[in-house]
């Protein structure tokens, strides 16, 4: 019942930017919290960034990415700035979410990142 659209990602040059935004959708009562979680080829997933009761970033993203949510628009957005090729990944977005049939994790399909030259 609930779907998270993801849109923005592509191939950038090293120390190019990109924006990710990622819309939910569906029988949403309220959202929690948001946030984007990447994949890199060959390794875990890992979180890049939440917003929710609190803000938290990746040490490896801090100072370079910004999370920020419309919550109007029930969209989350991850600016990313000064990217490198080790932020190549696929990114995904995550929501905690209350429906009228429950609370949950929700999650994109994901957005290809390709940072590289």
């Known amino acids: 019942q609930v779907q998270l659209a993801e849109s923005g990602g592509g191939l950038v040059q090293p120390g190019g930017s990109l924006r990710l935004s990622c819309t939910a959708s569906?029988?949403?009562?309220?959202?929690?919290?948001m946030g984007w979680y990447r994949r890199a080829p060959g390794k875990q997933r890992e979180l890049v960034a939440s917003?929710?009761?609190?803000?938290i970033y990746a040490a490896s993203v801090k100072g370079r990415f910004t999370i920020s949510r419309d919550n109007a628009k029930n969209t989350v957005y991850l600016q990313m700035n000064s990217l490198n090729t080790e932020d190549t990944a696929v990114y995904y977005c995550?929501?905690?979410?209350?429906?009228?049939?429950?609370?949950?994790?929700?999650w994109g399909q994901g957005t290809q990142v390709t940072v590289s030259s």
């Open positions: 995550n929501a905690f979410i209350t429906t009228p049939r429950g609370t949950g994790d929700y």
């Open positions: 569906g029988s949403i009562n309220s959202i929690y919290a």
């Open positions: 917003s929710g009761g609190s803000t």
